[in-house]
Structures are given as C-alpha cells and as structure tokens.
C-alpha cells in the first residue's frame, strides 16, 4: 500500500501589507508535513511530521531554518 502524505512539505507566511503569500520548501522539509513552527527573529524553528488520517504520527524532528541565507 503507497504511504500517504499531507500537507505540501514547505511553510510560508501571508504579507498583510501587500496581500501575498510566500512559500519555502527546502529539500529536507519536502519529504513531511510542518505540524508546529516557532518564529524567532533569525530563525524559524520547524517540527516536521507525517503519517495516516488515523492519527498515527512518525516525527521528523525538528529543523532550523535561517531567515537571512533561506537555508536549513
């Protein structure tokens, strides 16, 4: 049976000023879903996770994405 997946494996942010969306999808975080992310000023802290409609949940752990190369 093919594992599902939700999510699109990237995170973004809506600019209230000018109404538009930016999305990010590094490699490392395409492969899961963000289920949690914590927003510092040089950093965006990512918990990545994926499993079935079920509940069950397999953890990607955590990454650190910089704000100022845009890289983890």
Do not use: C, Q
């Not at 975080?29 to 949690?36: L, N, T």
């Not at 000023?41 to 079920?54: F, K, Q, T, Y």
């Not at 949940?57 to 190369?69: A, F, N, Y």
Request: proline residues 7%; glycine residues 14%.
């Amino acid at each position: 049976m093919p594992e599902r997946r939700g999510g699109i494996g990237g995170f973004g942010y809506f600019d209230m000023d000018r109404h538009t969306w930016t999305l990010h999808s590094p490699p490392e975080v395409s492969p899961w879903s963000v289920s949690a992310l914590l927003l510092n000023p040089n950093a965006v802290w990512l918990g990545l996770s994926r499993g079935s409609d079920e509940g069950f949940r397999e953890s990607g752990g955590i990454v650190r994405w910089d704000r100022k190369t845009e890289r983890v």
